[in-house]
């Protein structure tokens, strides 16, 4: 019998791990064809190839970026929108603009909530539930911080005056619109045209209702208010980008996403916040080194611009309002 070293051991060697060389090359995907992100949901993409509807999944050569409602990007494979039919991204165009927010204000992980919007539409009711003052600070210093045109949009009118909450935002020269129940929206439709607009808001503040509304059949589902809490609940699920009827000659596109229950800001940079009000800005050269421009600085610029006549005081508060709203916690 053969002794154990007489074994020619390199015959029974077993084949080492990663030994298929590698190669820089990289396909090109000449062939790949442009699309828009619309929805994701579990790791599936739901894209628009032109006018037909794409699901996709993400190429393993993108590793960990994120791919969000919004993205436009460029697929291979079966994209004819067949039943069963599947395709792949295997890149994403560069973001024009990007709305994150966190879980809260000391989250450090950004969760982006949809890339290349123009108008960040912030929906709240004048009643039922009450409107919640701090979480529409924050969601315009969100608006502001990512580039986006800040649109107030109140619903319920008929319910309450919406003149209270029309005035501390008029300072800060936010636009506004205001609905009622089963009223007219084509004030609404008109600001919505030729843009990429973002809806958030509270559940129950309306925001399913208008996305029916403005773009027939959806079937948003619809939630109702707690009597008890005066909170809504979630109904929808996902961000969903949706295509408007045009009005005149004007197209668009609306996002609906998820009701909020907050809106944390640990992302955005106190001192990046004035870069949004040119105005105010170019009154803040005489600040002192590492001034933020909030209500207890001593010696801050805006208030000799006040004190000389130079801006209104009612302006600079409401600014510094916003500044400490992403200063503290929201309330609850």
Known sequence: MARHEDWEHEKYDRPRRHTRPRTKDRPSYDDAVPGSVVTVDRGRYTCLVEDRVV?????????????????????????????????????????????????????????????????????????????????????LVAAYDAGLDPLLCLTKADLADPAELLAAYRPLGVDAIVTTRGGDLDELRGRLAGRVSVLVGSSGVGKSTLVNALVPGTDRAIGHVNAVTGRGRHTSTSALMLALPPHGDRAGWIVDTPGIRSFGLAHVESRHLIRAFPDLEELTGSCPRGCTHGFTEPECGLDDAVAAGHTEAVRVESFRRLLESRERAEDD
Do not use: F
């Not at 993108?62 to 079966?78: A, E, M, N």
């Not at 966190?102 to 950004?110: C, I, N, R, S």
């Open 55 to 139: 699901t996709a999944m993400k190429s393993r050569p993108l590793g960990r970026k994120g791919v969000v409602v919004g993205d436009r990007v460029r697929l291979v494979g079966d994209v004819s929108g067949d039943d069963g039919s599947l395709a792949r991204i295997v890149s994403v165009d560069e973001r024009v603009t990007v709305l994150r927010r966190t879980a809260d204000d000391d989250d450090p992980v950004e969760r982006v909530i949809v890339a290349n919007a123009d108008q960040l539409v912030v929906v709240t009711a004048l009643a039922d539930p009450e409107p919640r003052r701090r979480l529409i600070d924050r969601a």
